[in-house]
């Protein structure tokens, strides 16, 4: 079981930024690759970034790439995600996810992801 805990949701205005962290507990952190989603009101679940388990390869969705930033640091099993130049259509509620990879592999659908964290709002403001 690996266990999957988020802070740093909230209320920006457009332009600004949000760092949202998600620590992971349990099974060693390092054996996943670790993905964030968001799902927005009446909207499905949809990727957001994923990063593999050395950290030394990432994929972001295209409506984020350029303004969302994955990282993670596995000395303190934690992924983080730092979004700027965010934008009203950011506004959703954002989840982490843990999926076990061979390798230094990375998967983008959610039914690859065997944990999820509690999901947190992140709101954008115009």
């Known amino acids: 079981q690996v266990q999957l805990v988020e802070s740093g949701g909230g209320l920006v205005q457009a332009g600004g930024s949000l760092r949202r962290s998600c620590a992971a507990s349990?099974?060693?952190?390092?054996?996943?690759?670790m993905g964030w989603f968001r799902q927005a009101p009446g909207k499905e679940r949809e990727f957001v970034a994923v990063?593999?388990?050395?950290?030394?390869?990432?994929y972001y969705a295209h409506s984020v790439k350029g303004r969302f930033t994955i990282s993670r640091d596995n000395a303190k099993n934690t992924v983080y995600l730092q979004m700027n130049s965010l934008k009203p259509e950011d506004t959703a509620v954002y989840y982490c996810?843990?999926?076990?990879?061979?390798?230094?592999?990375?998967?983008?659908?959610?039914?690859?992801?065997?944990?999820w964290g509690q999901g947190t709002q992140v709101t954008v403001s115009s």
């Open positions: 990063i593999s388990w050395s950290g030394g390869n990432t």
């Open positions: 996810a843990a999926a076990p990879m061979i390798g230094d592999s990375m998967a983008i659908a959610t039914i690859s992801y065997d944990y």
């Open positions: 349990g099974r060693t952190f390092s054996n996943y690759a």
